[in-house]
């Protein structure tokens, strides 16, 4: 017996290829095995996060045979060896075949921040992927537009991104309590797929998101270890980047890779989260750091060039991948902001290949022929750069925190742009979408996280705004009115009831207006997924 309780709104076609009983005693077992570290793991974060608020600072570890020491992450396997191209995306069937059609080198498939995880996502995510890596899918759209995976073409290598350790799955449970979402949706990914491809010459490979610690790393290690010996599969079968997305990780970027050196394959740098951990962790540390409109706050920023660069020299001196960032943005039928926007698309591209990146990540297929024409101008037929060691780089504490290097300030344009975006991005997740067109960009849960934590950190550091405006609570009341207002009158009165846009709008200024903050809009937002 498995001892899984399977609680579900519906029995979905096909759940049962998914949940099956050895399927469900492999999450058992990774549950009564790994979950009370995780437990653990979650408590030490907020006994850090009270460490930070009393000094307002952080600081490398002590960890001089860890930094000093003579070691190097596992080769890359084939499949990983050229990553100059990475496009990310949820996991339902049409950006599955877009995805692995688009020409990148490898798809994030994604579960965590461009998935609202709705049951039918959580499980109709797995039969994509286990339907793909065995060419059996395809999807017909609403216009009766067909879409299947090219016969002959070389499609992407799929990384797969599980939840974040801080999200149950409340649909399963072992005794009374839900299984972690990270361990659901790595669990069932690994037990239905890594013998399907090892045939193919791959593995199973993962994008390892929200890490705060090398601890947590250390974790994942475990969990992977355990995983393969359960499956009877050498360890270092899997592979796993990690994100770089939290200000305390920038501090353990040589500490995680040495915690999964055996399985490590890179690090990626992702702007939003990296931004919104800062306003989390240093909320309460002054006026020093409070940010100015989300984007004002350009990778060319010294801070954030700072942690791009370090990521850059880590990763080349332990052999792993560096990973840059996001090009969000959504081709439209407008040809003049279509070519602006490529234009900022391809300098930032060159900047990161400039600056040592072995690869990046967009959003859309149409910006992958961008993003490949920068990383081939540098690296021509090699597959990566990380013979470039950058010991240029010095990077110290104060070069990471220095959020007061900026000169922009916080704007009544960029308020607006808050709750806009914010509202927007939380009324689809609402619905069930998490990957989301908003004003020409796709946006993910890092878009509603930065949004809503900036309108909380204005307000409780009392900002004045380039209006003469100090950020109030009856002023954000005021402006958020006004901005729901704008979004019913453009999709009409219907449309606005019948999308439930006020329960997004009310979710969003509940967190940002809460006396206390709240670490992840994703928990309360959970709650009320149907």
């Known amino acids: 017996m498995s001892a899984v309780t399977v609680a579900a709104p519906s029995v979905l076609p096909r759940q049962e290829e998914v949940l099956t009983e050895e399927a469900l005693g492999f999450l058992a077992e ?55 191209v990475e496009i990310t995306g949820p996991t339902d069937r049409k950006m599955t075949v877009n995805a692995l059609n688009s020409g990148a080198r490898v798809w994030l498939a994604d579960f965590e921040d461009a998935s609202s995880p709705t049951w039918a996502n959580v499980i109709g995510g797995q039969l994509s992927l286990a339907d793909a890596f065995r060419r059996r899918i395809d999807f017909t759209d609403e216009r009766g537009k067909r879409y299947a995976l090219k016969p ?50 791959k593995g199973p490979y993962f994008y390892l998101p929200k890490l705060e610690s090398h601890l947590e790393a250390r974790l994942w290690n475990e969990v992977f270890r355990h995983a393969q010996d359960a499956l009877g599969v050498p360890h270092g079968t899997v592979r796993a980047t990690v994100l770089i997305e939290t200000v305390t990780a920038a501090f353990e970027m040589e500490e995680i890779l040495y915690e999964l050196r055996e399985h490590a394959s890179g690090l990626n740098a992702g702007r939003w989260d990296y931004l919104f951990s800062i306003v989390k962790n240093f909320r309460d540390a002054g006026p020093g750091y409070v940010l100015p409109d989300r984007n004002a706050v350009t ?27 996001m090009a969000a943005f959504i081709p439209s039928r407008d040809e003049a902001a279509n070519a602006e926007a490529f234009r900022k698309v391809r300098a930032d591209k ?19 022929p961008v993003a490949r024409e920068s990383f081939d101008a540098v690296l021509g037929d090699r597959p990566h750069q990380k013979d470039r060691l950058r010991e240029d780089v010095k990077v110290t504490a104060a070069d990471l925190l220095a ?53 909380w ?74």
Not at 163 to 177: I, P, Q, S
Request: glycine share 8%; net charge negative; with cysteine.
């Open 457 to 530: 950190q204005w307000l409780n550091a009392g900002v004045v705004l380039d209006n003469g405006e100090t950020v109030t609570h009856d002023y954000v009341c005021q402006v958020a009115a006004d901005q729901l207002v704008a979004i019913r009158d453009e999709i009409g009165e219907d449309a606005f009831i019948q999308g439930r846009w006020e329960r997004a709008y009310d979710l969003l200024l509940r967190i940002a207006l809460d006396e206390e903050y709240v670490d992840f809009l994703t928990l309360p937002a959970y709650e009320l997924l149907d």
């Open 152 to 201: 002959d073409a070389e499609l992407a290598t799929v990384v797969m991104r599980p939840r974040g350790w801080h999200l149950d799955e409340r649909h399963l449970t072992v005794e009374g309590r839900p299984i972690p979402g990270a361990l659901v949706d790595f669990g069932l990914y690994f037990f239905h797929n890594t013998a399907r491809l090892i045939e193919l010459g």
């Open 403 to 455: 959020v007061d290097s900026l000169t922009a300030k916080p704007t009544h344009d960029g308020l607006c742009n808050a709750i806009q975006v914010g509202t927007r991005y939380l009324q689809s997740w609402l619905a069930g979408r998490g990957a989301v067109a908003v004003f020409n960009l796709m946006e993910d849960v890092a878009t509603a996280e930065i949004s809503r934590s900036q309108i």
């Open 299 to 325: 990778m060319t920023a010294p801070f954030m060039r700072a942690y791009t660069d370090l990521l850059v020299r880590t990763c080349h001196k332990r052999g792993a991948h560096a990973i840059g960032g």
């Open 30 to 84: 990774l549950h009564r095995r790994f979950t009370p570290r995780r437990d653990e793991l979650l408590q030490r974060r907020a006994h850090r996060r009270t460490e930070i608020a009393r000094t307002g600072a952080l600081d490398f570890l002590p960890t001089a045979a860890v930094r000093d020491g003579d070691w190097q992450v596992a080769p890359a396997p084939p499949a990983l060896l050229d990553r100059r």
């Open 350 to 368: 060159d900047r990161e290949a400039g600056d040592g990146f072995d690869g990046s990540w967009v959003a859309h297929p149409g910006l992958v």
